[in-house]
């Protein structure tokens, strides 16, 4: 880890944030590929500041995470960072979004539901609503995925796909299921979405390179695409003009205000 992502990690406040939060004896993975973990993984910083610096330098303003853990406190406090900036700015735009600075985080397990509310820290509580889905297997143009039964009814801008395991999809199709470790995960949930997503929408993919190839190939919009070896991430961003006068990116208003 660089000296450089330590030093955010620190600045943020985020080491001690995770800290209020993590069980430091916990060697099990947070979402196991064998959908039977019952303890949090220790936090990948490098990854979390990642995640906390480009929520907080694209000044995001609702965020939708698939998949609970760490990654949840660490968006909530983007967020939280997010509102101060647009509190403090002197002429504020209109914006259509109700809701306006939150992070809603979707997953498949009561559990690490109950486990996240339960850590959360109390400042960021209301930055966050939780969603319980269920993970049903489907397909997506005749090829096999799945899909959350319940989505929340939210347009984010900013989306972070971390889940579900291959073992939270229910159901078969032709004989064929996710129950064999072999099988990746295929979420077709932001195909479903992206008629309805807003220009500049950013998509973050958290590994599961074969489900983020499935999704370059069936985007039918003008994603600009990225694949990071280091780090293993893949980054999507809707290349489209904005729709009109409710359309504002904050971050530039927000360092024009601020006069840099």
């Known amino acids: ?11 943020q406040g985020l080491d001690r944030l995770v800290a209020l939060y993590h069980d430091p004896d916990a060697a099990d993975p ?27 330098q694209r000044l995001a303003a609702t965020v939708l995470e698939f998949g609970v853990g760490f990654s949840t406190v660490v968006l909530a406090d983007a967020l939280a960072k997010n509102q101060a900036d647009f509190a403090a700015l002197p002429e504020k735009p209109k914006l259509r979004n109700s809701r306006l600075f939150q992070l809603v985080s979707v997953d498949a397990s009561r559990h690490w539901i109950a486990e996240t509310r339960k850590r959360l820290p109390k400042k960021l509580s209301p930055y966050v609503t939780f969603h319980y889905s269920a993970v049903e297997i489907g397909t997506h143009n005749g090829q096999l995925c799945h899909f959350y039964k319940s989505l929340p009814n939210v347009i984010a801008d900013f989306i972070y796909l971390d889940a579900p395991s291959p073992k939270d999809v229910k159901g078969k199709i032709n004989g064929l299921d996710f129950s064999i470790d072999e099988r990746t995960v295929m979420s077709g949930d932001l195909l479903l979405m992206e008629s309805t997503m807003l220009p500049g929408t950013f998509i973050i993919v958290d590994g599961r390179v074969n489900n983020a190839r499935f ?12 694949y990071s070896r280091d780090g293993d991430i893949t980054t999507f961003e809707l290349d489209e003009p904005p729709l009109g006068r409710h359309s504002h990116d904050l971050a530039a208003l927000v360092r024009a205000q601020k006069g840099k």
């Not at 880890?1 to 600045?11: K, T």
């Not at 993984?41 to 979390?48: G, K, M, T």
């Open 1 to 11: 880890m660089s000296d450089q992502i330590l030093a955010y990690w620190q600045a």
């Open 215 to 226: 999704l370059q190939r069936n985007f039918t919009r003008p994603f600009r695409h990225d």
């Open 30 to 56: 947070f979402h196991a590929t064998a959908g039977k973990a019952r303890t949090a993984f220790a936090p990948q910083i490098a990854d979390l500041v990642r995640l906390h610096r480009l929520v907080r």
